[in-house]
């Protein structure tokens, strides 16, 4: 338990505009369902976060603002103490989202029917950004052996050589799975991506959340080629939980690329920074690590907890081993339901809205995702619920 930050704390994010607590009548989800889906948390920010913000706001104008090199100093800093990532601060291009990146990344780096390479199962809005831009997916499927994911390299390559394939998005950590890629596995990437004259796209937006022996390693960090032809997304939203401020920050180090991407988000209208994000995050990188680490601590607890229940209670449903992420990947594919049955149980008898494994794709169905970053009582109250209705089945 936490001594100097209080995640047990419960907060009502109801009637706050607020996608997680507030998005049911939106998506016919029964109201009363305990919401564990989309990754953010339900803890508040740092104070030092929220005080900062305060002060800003007590200043009272809003006018247009710039990036100054004090936040880039701080994401610079963030990434050498956490990640031994040595960045030239030129190399930082803030967006408001990584999704926008993604977006503007496939703008920039492909033509409209290029296929797009991807993994599976992955985030989902890597499919949507590469359909809303009239180009092809191209899916690798991750193979799950003995309770872990292996990528089939060989495969990989033929799909790339076979389907005119433009550019790689990597998830790193990867989500929903959990998975933390070795540096070897993104060598293999990397070289074959290379090999093709496929650039890639590492989402590194979990990059703080790795777990037990494994280390995130950035994609630059793999080999120094690899900056040629690679961006990097990172963001401070899912390690302070500041996803609502919109604040981002892309890392290309080749300048053709960087330029090329900047003028995408010229060409587009999206090159304006909001001054109250970037406060957040520079704040947040700079004055709240200690935090993030008993946050970090205090989420582990909770796959802990998870997995025990688990085992305890319905041992044939099983949380696939976390590398990474603050969300739980787990197996329900014991219960021998089809994707929607699942759905409805979940929202139906055991009152959960989960992210349902079908929506990442192949490989996806029959698992749920689960999201850890809540309070204790909230994980626990879950539970409860999951294994009424699981005993209900029987
Ligand atoms: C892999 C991945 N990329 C991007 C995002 C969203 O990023 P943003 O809110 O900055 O668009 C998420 C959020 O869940 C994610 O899991």
């Known amino acids: 338990m936490s001594e100097m930050f209080d995640f047990d704390q419960v907060i009502d994010r109801k009637n706050t505009n607020c996608a997680k607590w507030d998005g049911m009548k939106r998506k016919n989800v029964n109201p009363d369902v305990i919401s564990m889906w989309v990754a953010d948390m339900d803890f508040k920010a740092p104070q030092r976060v929220l005080d900062v913000l305060k002060e800003r706001i007590d200043h009272g104008v809003f006018g247009y603002s710039f990036v100054g090199d004090d936040y880039l100093d701080a994401i610079v800093s963030w990434m050498h103490r956490r990640h031994q990532f040595d960045i030239d601060k030129q190399w930082i291009v803030p967006t408001p989202g990584v999704v926008t990146a993604l977006k503007l990344a496939v703008n920039t780096l492909t033509q409209k029917g290029d296929g797009i390479i991807i993994h599976k199962p992955v985030y989902y809005p890597f499919d949507r950004s590469i359909l809303a831009n009239e180009r092809h997916v191209v899916e690798n499927p991750l193979i799950f052996k003995d309770g872990q994911y292996e990528c089939d390299f060989e495969a990989f390559e033929k799909a790339i050589i076979e389907n005119n394939v433009k550019l790689f998005i990597l998830c790193n950590p990867h989500n929903p799975i959990g998975k933390v890629w070795k540096k070897e596995e993104l060598y293999q990437l990397g070289m074959i991506c290379k090999k093709h004259g496929v650039k890639v796209v590492a989402d590194e ?174 994980l626990e109250k879950a539970c409860q619920r999951l294994l009424k209705a699981y005993q209900e089945l029987k």
Not at 267 to 289: F, H, K
Request: hydrophobic letters at 40%; proline letters at 4%.
């Open 205 to 378: 937006i979990h990059q703080d959340f790795v777990y037990e022996d494994n280390e995130h390693i950035p994609f630059y960090n793999v080999d120094p080629s690899f900056k040629e032809f690679s961006i990097i997304c990172t963001a401070p939203s899912k390690s302070f939980n500041l996803a609502g401020l919109q604040t981002s920050n892309i890392i290309i180090a080749n300048k053709e690329i960087r330029e090329a991407f900047k003028a995408t988000m010229n060409r587009v209208g999206v090159d304006e920074p909001a001054i109250l994000g970037l406060l957040a995050c520079q704040t947040a990188y700079n004055e709240c690590e200690l935090w993030f680490d008993e946050m970090l601590e205090y989420v582990y607890d909770n796959f802990t907890y998870l997995d025990k229940f688990l085992k305890a209670n319905m041992p044939e449903i099983k949380l696939v081993h976390p590398q990474g992420l603050y969300l739980a990947w787990v197996d329900f594919r014991a219960l021998n339901m089809s994707a929607k049955e699942l759905e409805d149980f979940m929202q139906n008898k055991a009152g959960l809205w989960l992210d349902e494994g079908y929506i990442f794709g192949t490989g996806g169905e029959g698992f749920e995702r689960f999201n850890l970053a809540t309070p204790r009582a909230t």
